[in-house]
Structure formats: structure tokens, C-alpha cells
């Protein structure tokens, strides 16, 4: 038994229990041994989560762009794989959001740094829009995740799929919010709504990257 098999069935049990249910002892009787044995190679429980996080963030493709990829094309194609990855486990995004990276993780954020000033982003920019873009996912999952667990079914969230007499209820009390709802499903997760979000980020980093930007007003 080494980390890495540790943090694989750490979220095998993770996406059983979720991460409130996870547990060193559970982990520990998943693997047929004593919570102290797992002590041997974790100094912690933070310590396993980040292991299991860095092993799940092993899964995208990260680096710097493909050949001939723009870098637009690029960072939309890391956002949507990072999206994935985070779904691919229950509480995937919690388990991610607070967690250190690993020295791989870190070397290939160098990579994608050097590729965006090599586009004309300066270093910051670089780092801006590259964080920015992660904390936008990261929260689009925690939300699509979190509604999952209020919602397993997520059927009927459009407004035509609500009884009539609730659908007749909402388009009069809230009539932009039932409209918005009627014309691009739920606003709180789902494709549509992610690409739309995406696509607003992307939008915005392409206006900071131009030379005739103002610069950021200080608060």
C-alpha cells in the first residue's frame, strides 16, 4: 500500500459518501487496515486530501496549447476538461477548491504561463486569466454539484416542465427571471449555462489583453 493507492480508493469512497462522509477510519476499513496505518504515509487528513486532489487533478490534459491551438481555444478546451474532471467525482469541485497543488501541477502551470505571454499576455495577465478562469469553474461546479445533492432528479427545472398552475405562478410574479428560465433552462448549471458563462470570461480577457484596455480602476 503506497499514497497513490491510498488517494485512488479515497475517491472511490468519495464518490460513495461524498466529502462530509469521508472519513481516515472509513478509508482505513475500506482498505482492510487501522487508521493508523494511513498515518504512516499522511501526516494528516488534509494531507491525504490533498494527495487524492492532486490525483484527480491528473486527469486533465494541463500544459501549454496544442499545435496551432489559439489561446482562446485553448483555455475554453481547459476549462470544459477541468469541468469535467471535477464532475467525474461527487464533491469533486469541494474536494479541489482549498487543496495544495503538487509540484507536477505547478510545473505545468509554469508551462501555460510561458505559452499565454508567448500569445502577449504579460505575466500577471497570464496569471489572472488563468486563475480567474479556474475560479469560475470551480464555483459553476460547486453549484451544479451542490444542487445535485439537494436534487438527484433534474427534471423539471425549465419552466414548461412545471405543473401549469406553477408555471402560470412564476411567469406572473417573476416575469424577466421566468422568461430568462423559458429561454435558457435553469441559470444555475447544465451546458448551456457554462458556455454562456465561458464565454463571457473569454470575452473579458480579450478586452484586458488589448493594448487600447484601460487599465484596472484601483478600489
Known sequence: MDRAQIAREGLDLLSEVGLDGLTVRRLATRLNVKSPALYWHFRSK??????????????QDLGPPH????????LARRARERRQVLLS????ARLMSGTRPGDTALRSFEEELQALVGFGFTPLGAVRAITSLGHFVSGFVLEEQAELERRPDPSGSHVDDLPPEEREGLLQ????????VHA???PGG??????????????????????DADPPTPR
Do not use: C, H, K, Y
Open 184 to 186: 435558457g433552462g435553469s
Open 89 to 92: 467525482r461527487r464533491d469533486g
Open 190 to 211: 447544465g451546458d448551456d449555462a457554462f458556455e454562456a458563462g465561458l464565454t463571457m470570461m473569454l470575452d473579458g480577457i480579450t478586452v484586458r489583453l488589448s493594448p
Open 46 to 59: 488534509q494531507e491525504l486530501l490533498d494527495e487524492m486532489a492532486q490525483a484527480l487533478q491528473a486527469n
Open 67 to 74: 499545435p496551432d491551438e489559439t489561446w482562446r481555444a485553448w
Open 173 to 180: 410574479a417573476f416575469p424577466v427571471l421566468a422568461a430568462a
